[in-house]
C-alpha cells in the first residue's frame, strides 16, 4: 500500500521523480473560470461578490453587510468557545507574537539605515511596514484558526496598519473558532467570501472590500490559480502545492511514533505526502508491516490511505549521509530528523521549509504552538524560498545622497558606462554634475 524505494536501485531517481510529482485539475480549466471570476470582481465591484458568494458558496446574503463581520462579532465567538479551546489559541498566539517579535529584533527592529563614504556621500535603507494585508482562511471542508494566528500575528509585529481577512463560509455556516483565532490576532475586518472572488476582491477593492497590498494565506486550487492571477497587481506569499513530510529516522525512534507521524501529515488531503528515509532495513520492515494495523485505527482513514498509497514512500539508503542527499534533492515543507543526533546533522540540511529536531520533536507543534509560521514552502520551493515572517510585510526604499565631491566621481564612471550602453541621455545627465 506504500511505495517501498531503495537508493541502491537503477531506476531510483526515475521513480523518486515520479513520486514527487503531482496532478492538479485541468489547470486550463481552471484558469478561465478564475480569469472570468477576477475580471467580474474588477468590473462590477460588490454586486459580483455578492452574486458569486451566494452561488459557490450556497449562501443567500441580500447585501455585502450580510458578509461581513464586525470587532463584536469576534469577540462574541471567542467567549462563546469552551476555556480550554481559548487556552490553546492564546498559547499558539502568544508564542507566534514572541517568536516574530524575536525575528524582528534579529533583523535590526526593522529600523531604517545609512552609512558615509569616504568621498561623503551618503548610502542606506529605509524599512517600512506594509499598509494594508489581505489573508485568506479557508473555512469550509478545512477550517484552521491556526492559519489566522500564523499569517496575521506576524504582519501585525511587522507593523502593518490594517489587516483585512475572507474566509468561506459555505451554506452560511461561520466557524466560531476561526472568529476567535482573528479576534486574538488582532484583524480589522472580517468578510465571509470565499474563492477566486475573495482574492479578487482584495487584489483590486470593491465598494465594501478595501484593496491590499499583499495577499497571504492558503486555498484550494481556484484560490492559488487566482493569486498567481493577480500577482504584479498585488503582493502574494507563495502559491502553496499540497502539504508534505520527510522523516529521516534511525533506530532510535519508535516505529508507530513515525507512522503516527505520517498520518498527521496524510490526513490533511489525498494529494499529501509522507516519506520515510532510513538507513535501517529493520525499522523500514516494522514501519511497513505496522502501518496498516495502524492505519485502522485512524477516524481519517480513508483520506490518509489515499495520499500514502499515491504519494507515500518508505526509503531505503545506504547510510545517513545518504540520507540527506536525498532530503536536500526534495527540498520539503517539513523535515523530521527523528534521530538520536539530530541537531549534530542540521548542517547537512540545506534545503526544507522548518527542520524538527529530535524524536520529542513533533510536526503538529510546527503547526500550532512552536511559534514560527506554518505558512512554508512545498513542492520544492524551499531551494528558493522562506518560510512567512515579517520579513514578507516590509518593504525596504534605497536612499542615495550625493556630496559634491562624491557626484563628481560617480557621475563621472556612471557616464562612461551609459555611453558603453548606448544611452546617451544618461551619460549626459551625468555629465552635467561633473562639468558642476
Not at 494585508?133 to 511587522?158: C, E, F, N, Q
Not at 533506530?251 to 505526502?273: K, L, R, Y
Not at 517539513?334 to 534521530?339: E, F, I, S, T, V
Amino acid at each position: 500500500m506504500i511505495s517501498y524505494l531503495d537508493t541502491t536501485a537503477a531506476d531510483f531517481s526515475d521513480e523518486l521523480n515520479r513520486l514527487l510529482a503531482f496532478a492538479e485539475e485541468d489547470q486550463a480549466e481552471v484558469r478561465g473560470t478564475v480569469l472570468s471570476i477576477i475580471r467580474d470582481v474588477r468590473d462590477r465591484g460588490d454586486a459580483a461578490v455578492l452574486e458569486l458568494t451566494n452561488r459557490f458558496d450556497h449562501q443567500s446574503a441580500g447585501s455585502m453587510a450580510d458578509l461581513t463581520l464586525d470587532a463584536a462579532d469576534l469577540k462574541a465567538a471567542y467567549e462563546s468557545l469552551d476555556p480550554l479551546v481559548c487556552d490553546a489559541l492564546e498559547e499558539s498566539a502568544s508564542r507566534v507574537r514572541a517568536y516574530h517579535e524575536a525575528q524582528l529584533r534579529a533583523m535590526g527592529e526593522g529600523e531604517h539605515w545609512q552609512y558615509e563614504d569616504d568621498y561623503g556621500n551618503q548610502l542606506g535603507q529605509r524599512v517600512n511596514a506594509m499598509a494594508r494585508v489581505g489573508v485568506y482562511a479557508p473555512g469550509g471542508k478545512a477550517a484552521y484558526p491556526s492559519t489566522i494566528i500564523m499569517t496575521v500575528l506576524p504582519a501585525r509585529v511587522a507593523g502593518v496598519e490594517e489587516v483585512v481577512l475572507c474566509v468561506p463560509t459555505p451554506g452560511g455556516e461561520i466557524n466560531p473558532v476561526l472568529l476567535a483565532a482573528a479576534h486574538l490576532s488582532g484583524v480589522d475586518r472580517v468578510f465571509s467570501i470565499g474563492g477566486a472572488q475573495a482574492v479578487a476582491a482584495m487584489a483590486y477593492g470593491t465598494e465594501s472590500v478595501p484593496r491590499v497590498d499583499k495577499i497571504v494565506g492558503p486555498g484550494n486550487i481556484f484560490v492559488a490559480t487566482a493569486k498567481e492571477l493577480v500577482f504584479g497587481d498585488v503582493g502574494i506569499d507563495m502559491i502553496a502545492g499540497p502539504s508534505e513530510v520527510v522523516i529521516v529516522a534511525d533506530d532510535s525512534v519508535d516505529p508507530d511514533w513515525v507512522i503516527q507521524d505520517m498520518f498527521a501529515q496524510a490526513e490533511h488531503d489525498e494529494m499529501a505526502q509522507a516519506i520515510v528515509i532510513s538507513d535501517s532495513a529493520k525499522l523500514l520492515e516494522q514501519i511497513h508491516s505496522r502501518l496498516p494495523d495502524m492505519l485502522a485505527k485512524q477516524s481519517r482513514r480513508d483520506i490518509i490511505e489515499t495520499a500514502i498509497r499515491d504519494r507515500g514512500a518508505i526509503i531505503q539508503v545506504a547510510d545517513l549521509d545518504e540520507a540527506f542527499d536525498v532530503v536536500n534533492r526534495i527540498a520539503p515543507e517539513h523535515l523530521q530528523l527523528a534521530m538520536a543526533d539530530a541537531p549534530g546533522y542540521l548542517e547537512r540540511v540545506r534545503h526544507a521549509g522548518a527542520v524538527f529536531l529530535g524524536v520529542d520533536t513533533t510536526e503538529v507543534v510546527g503547526d500550532y504552538t512552536a511559534g514560527p509560521s506554518h505558512v512554508l514552502p512545498t513542492s520544492g520551493t524551499a531551494r528558493f524560498a522562506s518560510p512567512l515572517g515579517v520579513y514578507d510585510f516590509q518593504t525596504r526604499t534605497s536612499v542615495i545622497h550625493c556630496s559634491r565631491q562624491g557626484s563628481i566621481r560617480l557621475n563621472r564612471a556612471a557616464a562612461i558606462i551609459a555611453a558603453e550602453e548606448g544611452l546617451d541621455a544618461h551619460a549626459e545627465s551625468a555629465r552635467f554634475r561633473v562639468k558642476g
